[in-house]
């Protein structure tokens, strides 16, 4: 529904094509933003996206780009200049190598890292380096500090998650958060949301039906909420730092992970 607290704004999500980059995307349109939506490949999801931002009453456009290369990320900041300005980027692109057993170091290669990296770490940082002016200029505009938002893991946190090069590229956007908040202050806000489960493609992707209702029931299980995250559970929290609600948050990490850093609780507990 929409609220138009962000009427004229124009705002840029990498990765939008599915998941949690489509349901920010979203919300963002049904607040008034104009938003860029980003994919390397899945054009057609990405086209999906950009219907439904419409059809919220925004202006959308689709913008082809590998985050991971500095030619992506200035394609999509050239996209952005059209507008003259660049309010919010959602740094939500994000690749993993699955390597669940830890110990087994073979799992993962030099290469593994390096490709984990360059999409989770240097995507973010290369997004900033090309949007930065079009965010100042957004600053001097309106005199509210543009935003920033890192889709970081609670990997990035407890070291758990998908492969131990996932979590240490999620490690890394959580330090560099804090060093670009300071950096790039006050013109820019940037903050991160560190989710834990989010029930997408990630994981539907590499297991039949049966298999993701039994990882998806194991996780309502273990987490203290007892409940297992979608896309839009995420981006509700998500939604906040990119509005005048956080206007005064920035260098913040947010974990929205329904407990699961607390650790097991089972449903005894209750
Ligand atoms: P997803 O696969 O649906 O979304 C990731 C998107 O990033 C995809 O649309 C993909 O095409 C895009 N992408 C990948 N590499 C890219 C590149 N080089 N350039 C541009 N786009 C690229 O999965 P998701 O679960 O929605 O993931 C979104 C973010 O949430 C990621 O950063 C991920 O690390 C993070 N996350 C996911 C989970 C989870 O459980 N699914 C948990 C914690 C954090």
Redesign the pocket.
């Known amino acids: 529904m929409a609220t138009g607290e962000l009427e004229g704004r124009k705002a840029l999500v990498?990765?939008s094509?599915?998941?949690?980059?489509r349901s920010i995307a979203i919300r963002l349109a049904e607040r008034g933003a104009d938003v860029i939506i980003?994919?390397?490949r899945?054009v057609e999801d990405a086209e999906e996206t950009v219907a439904a931002c419409n059809a919220a009453g925004a202006q959308a456009q689709l913008v082809t780009g590998?985050?991971?290369s500095e030619e992506?990320c200035r394609k999509l900041a050239d996209a952005a200049a059209q507008w003259g300005k660049l309010d919010i980027l959602v740094n939500?692109?994000?690749?993993?190598r699955h390597a669940r057993d830890h110990s087994d170091l073979d799992a993962l290669s030099r290469q593994d890292f390096m490709d984990t990296y360059a999409?989770n770490v240097a995507?973010p940082f290369l997004m900033m380096q090309a949007c930065r002016d079009l965010m100042v200029t957004a600053h001097k505009e309106s005199g509210r500090a543009s935003a920033v938002l890192n889709?970081s893991?609670?990997a990035g946190v407890t070291g758990i998650g998908s492969s131990v090069a996932y979590a240490a590229t999620k490690g890394a956007l959580n330090t560099m958060t804090l060093s670009l908040a300071r950096a790039l202050a006050p013109a820019i806000r940037v903050n991160a949301v560190c989710?834990?489960?989010?029930g997408?493609?990630?994981f539907k992707d590499r297991m039949d039906e049966e298999q993701y209702e039994r990882m998806e029931q194991g996780v309502r299980k273990s987490v203290p909420l007892h409940v297992a995250s979608g896309?839009d559970d995420i981006a509700d929290s998500a939604i906040f730092f990119l509005t005048d609600s956080s206007r005064h948050v920035t260098g913040e990490t947010l974990l929205v992970d329904a407990g699961m850093h607390l650790g097991y609780a089972p449903l005894s507990a209750r």
């Open positions: 990498t990765g094509a599915t998941g949690l980059g980003n994919c390397t899945s590998d985050v991971s992506g939500n692109a994000g690749i993993t999409v995507g889709v893991s609670i989710p834990g489960f989010i997408t493609r990630w896309p």
